[in-house]
């Protein structure tokens, strides 16, 4: 018996493709690739060649944080939650000093950075913009949807994690969870190490997660602080 060929009769039994049947489907895939391409460009029509996004030098996203550029080689531009929605915050712990984290994530050849640095005292330093990727979780998809929070200490050193540097990064983060609107739990606040394919451990089994969950639902529930002009190089 032969095989049964497109557009062969139509009685029962018969699983050939007719000419009607295709030329919709193609006109149907051909609408769907459109819009698609269409969302694309819409998405990435401001990194074409003489369009540049507005952006103020030093600005920052969070009240009271300290600019410090990173290099621009360890993010890339982007239009966030525009052209990528911002549902999560990552955890990391440098494994170093503060200023250990602001010196590799300043250097172009290391290959990644955070938004934001947190300091044992509660200084906070953002090197990122929000809107901007950074390289900081190892998967790409990831990168895209989320911020970094990076502290510094050990993760095997309690000592590393003060009460003002929990207070400051929680307050960090649920501003972060009101602008972009995401719960407080940790479906949406995650440790580097729960990024898939990652090979980190950090924050580490000394970081408390209870008591940072609860202390970034108290700092979302009361009322944020607008915004205040950085002032470059001081901290």
Not at 4 to 32: F, H, N, Q, V
Not at 81 to 97: L, N, S, T
Request: aromatic share 8%; with cysteine.
């Amino acid at each position: 018996m032969g095989e049964e060929t497109e557009g062969a009769g139509k009685g029962p039994g018969r699983r050939g493709i007719d000419r009607r049947t295709l030329l919709i489907g193609g006109a149907a895939a051909a609408a769907g690739s459109a819009l698609l391409a269409r969302d694309e460009l819409g998405r990435l029509w401001w990194r074409l060649p003489g369009v540049v996004k507005r952006r103020a030098e030093g600005e920052v996203d969070a009240p009271g944080v300290q600019w410090v550029a990173a290099s621009d080689y360890n993010w890339r531009r982007a239009d966030r939650p525009d052209d990528y929605p911002i549902d999560r915050v990552v955890i990391h712990v440098v494994q170093g000093g503060y200023d250990t984290a602001l010196r590799v994530f300043k250097d172009p050849s290391h290959g990644a950075a955070a938004h934001y640095v947190v300091r044992k005292d509660g200084h906070i330093a953002q090197m990122i913009r929000e809107l901007d990727v950074a390289f900081h979780a190892g998967n790409k998809s990831w990168n895209e949807r989320s911020i970094g929070i990076e502290h510094e200490g050990f993760v095997d050193k309690k000592s590393s994690f003060t009460d003002a540097m929990y207070a400051a990064s929680a307050r960090l983060t649920a501003g972060i969870c009101r602008r972009y609107d995401f719960p407080v739990d940790r479906k949406h606040i995650v440790g580097h190490v729960e990024v898939p394919g990652t090979d980190h451990t950090d924050p580490g089994p000394h970081w408390d997660w209870d008591r940072y969950i609860r202390l970034v639902r108290e700092a979302r529930d009361r009322p944020e602080r607008p915004t205040k002009k950085p002032v470059p190089g001081k901290s």
